[in-house]
């Protein structure tokens, strides 16, 4: 556990533009080999929450899993429509003849 100001220091720590792009900058002309050695190295550098920054690292490589359900729901949804369609084509036929 921390100490009252390490506390009140993660909960006021926002990733803003300039902190985002300051941290790719940082990236770029890092040493370190895993991400806990390179969010050590770049919270020390700019005086962030080693924690933030190592989650933000994590977060960073992780996939953005939040796109891929939506691109399956509209493909799912695309895919009734056309079955619907099919249905509605079918029955257009069959009250044709």
């Not at 100490?3 to 002309?29: G, I, M, P, V, Y």
């Amino acid at each position: 556990m921390g100490t009252l100001a390490e506390t009140d220091a993660r909960e006021r720590f926002s990733w803003s533009s300039q902190r985002s792009e300051q941290l790719d900058e940082a990236l770029k002309t890092c040493l370190g080999d895993t991400v806990a050695e390179r969010a050590r190295y770049i919270a020390a550098e700019h005086n962030w929450p080693v924690a933030a920054v190592r989650n933000r690292l994590y977060a960073m490589q992780s996939p953005h899993r939040t796109d891929q359900p939506a691109a399956r729901e509209s493909d799912e949804t695309g895919a009734a429509t056309e079955q619907e369609g099919d249905q509605h084509a079918a029955q257009r036929e069959a009250v044709a003849i």
